[in-house]
């Protein structure tokens, strides 16, 4: 692998240099304002919901570092995080929520690289979708869980499917990034930014506020 490969995939990128994408790397901002907030809203013994506020900064890092080196090295160090967020999200939530002991809540949660192995295919037919379609899933299986805890948990299934809501209208502002581009020349990523910092940071709240409600693990 060519870990140093330059990559070009946004509106606002026109050339190598380090500042070729001053909004896209600038609105990271964003998910370091979303962890500070949440930081400070988050118990300090509560382990998880912690971690959760600790990727969602490694994400704005992450992307940061992607939208100024644009390279392969870089590409990794913005999708390992929010992979990250997302395992252990599944495992707070099959856990906390639905109230799985650890070891099954963690089979549950590697049930997540089939659905994704056969989903992100799926999603990848729709056309104009592209490179969104490796996101696409994850509001399908926030709004999944959503119905299936509308009885038994209605608060969390309502934070869940606005959670679901916003994140859809995130990855479709990141999959018009380049069709828009003609007409919009910085591109509409950064709102991708904006939206997922709101979104991430609301699905920490969500899972604050039912440990809060239910008394909650320090693991």
């Not at 399908?140 to 009885?151: D, E, K, N, S, Y």
Request: glycine share 10%; aromatic share 12%.
């Amino acid at each position: 692998m060519d870990w140093m490969r330059e990559i070009d995939g946004y509106c606002e990128r026109l050339g190598p240099d380090y500042w070729a994408e001053p909004i896209n790397a600038v609105t990271n901002l964003f998910f370091i304002i979303s962890a500070l907030i949440m930081w400070r809203r988050v118990p300090a013994d509560a382990g998880l919901a912690r971690a959760l506020v600790l990727i969602l900064a490694a994400i704005g890092v992450g992307s940061y570092l992607f939208h100024t080196h644009a390279q392969v090295w870089a590409a990794i160090a913005d999708t390992t995080p929010i992979l990250l967020f997302i395992l252990v999200y599944i495992f707070a939530a099959h856990r906390d929520i639905w109230g799985l002991r650890p070891l099954p809540a963690l089979g549950a949660t590697a049930l997540f690289f089939p659905y994704a192995a056969v989903m992100v295919p799926l999603f990848g037919l729709i056309p104009g979708l592209g490179g969104s379609a490796g996101y696409a899933p994850v509001p399908l299986l926030i709004a999944l869980h959503a119905v299936a805890l509308r009885r038994r948990e209605p608060e969390v299934a309502r934070g869940f499917a606005i959670g679901a809501g916003v994140l859809t209208v995130s990855i479709l502002f990141r999959t018009l990034d380049e069709p828009l581009c003609g007409i919009v020349p910085m591109g509409t990523h950064f709102m991708w930014h904006f939206l997922n910092a709101v979104m991430l940071g609301w699905m920490i709240e969500v899972y604050r506020r039912h440990l809060l409600q239910g008394g909650y693990k320090t693991g």
